[in-house]
């Protein structure tokens, strides 16, 4: 069987193993998926070991995103905007590459799964870190109306809009200088780990506003739970996302895309 893994730090806690073992199986292909738990120190070296030992691709989650992002020879152009890594493999020179379907995977989950149209639509984002540096360049493809991204740092936001600038108004910014309502609003800090909540104008969430969570668990987040108080329209966890990453990763390696809704309801069924 041809062999993938996910590798982070820690690792043991991922569900790729289990999302890509019930791709195989739905598709008919043979492989196996596990996960490898990196030195934090040697990322490269596990890496290497693991595609010369005829390894066929990896994933990379959190904290080595970045590290890929500069290991690899080539990048897909998604990868090169994100600044990030979360899939590699080897092209028929035997060079290591990298591809980032984080980005597409978020909207794949907005626009497919949630039958979203973000065209013209105002979207506010929330959080400058690694996460949401790699979802930017695929809303921007979308055509929104306009996109802010707000941040804890207000420096952090604005070098990242500055990074997207282009036909598209792209602005960076603080939390305290966001005050009108969006269609869309989308957090990608990692507040939620420490049990935080961005402090946050209750107006930017009106009646149509649809609230995502890049995080998901069991119950709604805190983010989600606060702007369903604050009368959301339509609330998502990051579950869709998790899941449409993967496929996007798995389209990559074996050249087919599995059917996602199966493995969501699998997953939700044990998340929840
Ligand atoms: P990731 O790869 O998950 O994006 P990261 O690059 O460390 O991780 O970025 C974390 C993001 O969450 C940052 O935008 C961070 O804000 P700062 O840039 O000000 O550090 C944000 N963040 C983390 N903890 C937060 C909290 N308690 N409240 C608000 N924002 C928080």
Redesign the pocket.
Known sequence: NDLYAVVGHPISHSKSPRIHSLFAEQTGQALEYTAIQAPLEDFAGTVNTFFNRGGKGLNVT?PFKEEAWNLVEERTPAADAAGAVNTLYRDDQQRLCGDNTDGPGLVRDLTVNHGLDLKDKSILVL??????RGILAPLIAQQPLRIVVA???PS?AEKLAGLFAGPLPIRGCGFDEVEDTFDLVIN????SL?G?L?PLSPGIIGPKTVSYDMMYGPELTPFNRWASDQGAGQVIDGLGMLVEQAAESFARWRGIRPDTSLVMEALRDRVG
């Open positions: 959190v959080g400058a870190g690694g996460a949401v941040n804890r740092t952090k990608g800090t990692s507040a420490q935080d961005p």
